[in-house]
């Protein structure tokens, strides 16, 4: 039966609920789940630091992911698409990507901050590179995937390369494109909050909020902060694999 998944998450809270009020698990180094749940409630009525709330950290956040996945989807797609057909492009372009893709997006922290200051524009500049290369990568991967075949056919109909692009390569490459675009996510949410721990010039953000509450020894918040991300990144990728479910029924 579909609860019994539950099972397994509810029986682990329960042990670390009943190790924790043994004094077994100290909770100055992980609170109990009761702890956790007081910390969202503080987070939501009084905020961290106080009168700067939950929704609000939230918001924030979301905006700064919205704003970098989207400069990495348009990017990323159209160059992954041109790089999947042109053997030549490709070339030329793939030397550049295999440079720049194993430096983590952390590592470019103090150039970000240098080029757009402590703000929105380097947070959204952190997530695009988080995101861009797992898109791109998976965008060329769909298309080069693609049976020739399909290819084929489509010329002897006197189709030319547009239409081959919109009618084939994308429609047939989309599923692979959409599982970069989870993992791009994935990968740039947990950039974001980590880029928000350097400062963020309006004080909110989920990363800031877990700093601040570091700064004053609040761990129950630091960790309801986590699980807060958890589920919102669960949410976002469940949003992804529905509208990924949507596009490819109607493409």
Not at 14 to 27: F, R
Not at 54 to 61: A, G
Not at 213 to 238: K, T, Y
């Amino acid at each position: 039966m579909k609860w019994t998944r539950f099972l397994p998450p509810l029986v682990s809270i329960g042990v670390w609920q009943g190790l924790s009020s043994l004094g077994i698990i100290p909770a100055y180094k992980l609170p109990s789940p009761v702890e956790i749940a007081q910390g969202v409630r503080d987070l939501i009525v009084v905020g961290m630091p106080p009168g700067r709330f939950l929704y609000e950290h939230i918001i924030y956040s979301l905006y700064r992911v919205f704003l970098g996945f989207s400069a990495a989807a348009l990017i990323a797609i159209p160059l992954g698409v041109f790089m999947g057909i042109s053997k030549r492009f490709r070339g030329i372009v793939d030397p550049l990507v295999e440079i720049i893709r194993p430096i983590p997006p952390l590592a470019w922290i103090p150039i970000a901050i240098l080029w757009f200051g402590i703000g929105n524009g380097s947070a959204g500049f952190i997530i695009f590179l988080g995101a861009f290369f797992p898109i791109l990568l998976s965008t060329v991967s769909g298309v080069m995937s693609v049976d020739k075949l399909l290819v084929d056919v489509a010329y002897t109909l006197n189709a030319d390369q547009t239409q081959i692009c919109i009618k084939v390569l994308i429609p047939a490459a989309l599923p692979t494109i959409f599982t970069g675009m989870r993992i791009g996510m994935g990968v740039g949410w947990m950039s974001l909050v980590a880029a928000e721990f350097t400062g963020v010039k309006d004080g909110l953000g989920l990363g800031y909020m877990i700093m601040t509450a570091r700064d004053i020894q609040r761990p129950d918040e630091i960790v309801a902060g986590m699980l807060v991300i958890g589920l919102i990144g669960m949410c976002i990728d469940f949003g992804l694999r529905c509208i990924r479910t949507m596009v490819i029924h109607n493409y």
